[in-house]
């Protein structure tokens, strides 16, 4: 079977515009989190006033009338996707021939939550000013498949569009999937990833009812702070990662760049509960070991793990001892939502970056806010500074509400 | 009551905001759809934004008949 390679990637994230400023932005040890700024937060009191919100405002990026038909998780999506596909070589000019077949070309990209920012600001027009305050447009920026469309749309792709939906997963539920496409055959290169904008009173008000978002509303940069002893759960953020991925033979044909491979892919799930992960760390566990094992490799060559870890009291211990179960006491872990926040439905798109990047520069970020480790987790976690490492291979773990584990294995 | 000029010139800028076409584009002989490659959501957004602006009731058969920027500085001069 071909391997899947990827030839670029980009990102939109609260610690850059575009990847190599997010991948700068966590080795040099910085902070996306921030005061929570938004209009409602005059009138709606919340226990949270911290988020992770965009270094840069895609409406400053995007053309004014492209950015007013597009709600914001398809306005990141579709930033981070231009970039990974100039990055990928596969921009041409207008009226030239395209790199690829347009039939063997798809999309995968989905969000967690998706357009919910627009859903509420169109309610309140109609509630206000009835029908004729309605954008026409409403549909298309609400429903969660827009920001793939919007992308085929963008770069000619008719070989299929796909939105997977697996909350905090889906970013990595994504890759996993094209990774199967093109495994199959199906076509020839895939553009996937995760997005997600979805930062508004009721989803704050959602999670902090659910009982996961930190409060450390007076310190917000130190309020993510995976495998720490003082963490109390995690930081909303926002921001998208897109890849693109090719059969190698198509890739080489072309003269690429390869930046890294995603070797193997695992997905499963809990059937536990409908947020909580399962304590014994199954689902999670198998997860792993199929990435492993359908990149043809053994737990022992697995030298990092780019992990979920959202910074709740429960999920980062859990995650370390299916870590340590699964694959052995040995791979050093880091979580980049310390630094990120959570992206939700773009973490593991731009998770997944990081893991690659760290495999091709021999490099490891370090888990921000990382000082006291908790003692239930026995692993080797990065901090204070990024480590340099050579890699066989680095797994990612996303996992998500509604019980999805989905692990991505990358190697050279 | 606007003239059929000032019509076109308020009908232009609706198009630029909408659709993001130069005013100067927006010439009476244009067709909306074949000229200036607005769409039919668009083309909604324009006429409910044209009602607010000229006080006129654009009712969706009759925005199926005004194919041409002229078509609809006319109607509008017609009904408003």
Redesign the interface.
């Known amino acids: 079977m071909t391997d899947v390679v990827v030839t670029g990637y980009g990102a939109t994230t609260p610690l850059g515009g575009d990847a190599q400023s997010t991948w700068d932005g966590l080795l040099a040890g910085k902070s996306g989190v921030g005061e929570l700024r938004a209009e409602w937060t005059d009138r709606i009191d919340l226990p949270v006033s911290i988020a992770a919100q965009l270094a840069v405002e895609p409406t400053d990026v995007l053309?004014?009338?492209q950015a007013r038909r597009m709600d914001r998780a398809e306005q990141v999506a579709v930033i981070a996707a231009r970039e990974a596909w100039a990055h990928a070589g596969l921009a041409v000019e207008e009226g030239a021939d395209p790199k690829v077949d347009p039939t063997r070309l798809a999309v995968i990209v989905g969000a967690g939550i998706g357009g919910v920012t627009t859903l509420l600001d169109q309610d309140d027009a109609l509630e206000a000013g009835g029908l004729?305050k309605v954008?026409?447009?409403v549909v298309?920026m609400l429903m969660p498949n827009g920001p793939a469309a919007l992308i085929s749309l963008e770069i000619n792709a008719q070989g299929g569009v796909h939105a997977p939906a697996s909350a905090c997963a889906t970013g990595a539920e994504a890759m996993a999937w094209a990774w199967r496409l093109l495994k199959a055959g199906e076509v020839d290169v895939v553009v996937a990833g995760g997005t997600e904008a979805c930062i508004a009173p009721i989803t704050v008000a959602g999670f902090v009812q659910a009982r996961t978002l930190s409060q450390r509303n007076d310190a917000p940069q130190a309020a993510s702070r995976p495998f720490d002893a003082g963490r109390d759960g995690f930081v909303i953020g926002e921001g998208a990662g897109i890849v693109v991925l090719e059969r190698r033979e198509f890739a080489e044909a072309r003269g690429a760049t390869i930046h890294g491979t995603l070797a193997g892919i695992g997905m499963t799930s809990d059937a536990h509960h409908i947020t909580a992960p399962d304590p014994n760390g199954g689902g999670q566990g198998r997860a792993m070991l199929a990435a492993v094992r359908t990149a043809g490799l053994q737990p022992s060559d697995v030298g990092h793990v780019n992990c979920h870890a959202t910074s709740t009291v429960v999920g980062d211990v859990g995650e370390a001892a299916a870590i340590k179960k699964a694959l052995g006491d040995h791979p050093v872990l880091t979580a980049p939502k310390g630094a990120l926040g959570h992206l939700v439905g773009g973490a593991g798109a731009v998770e997944g970056i990081v893991a690659l990047l760290s495999v091709r520069d021999g490099i490891i970020p370090a888990t921000l806010n990382l000082e006291n480790k908790d003692e239930k987790v026995e692993l080797d976690v990065v901090a204070g500074e990024p480590r340099k490492m050579e890699l066989t291979a680095a797994v990612n773990n996303s996992f998500g509400f509604g019980g999805h584990n989905a692990s991505l294995l990358f190697t050279k | 009551m606007a003239d059929s000029t000032e019509i076109l010139a308020g009908l232009a800028e609706i198009v630029e905001e909408v659709a993001g076409i130069d005013t100067a584009e927006v010439s009476a002989d244009k067709s909306f759809v074949d000229d200036l490659d607005i769409d039919s959501l668009s083309m909604v957004e324009i006429a409910v934004q044209a009602e607010d602006k000229f006080g006129v009731k654009i009712p969706d058969d009759q925005l199926a008949e005004l194919k041409t920027v002229g078509d609809a500085v006319s109607y509008i001069e017609k009904n408003q």
């Open positions: 053309p004014r009338v004729r954008t026409p447009l298309p």
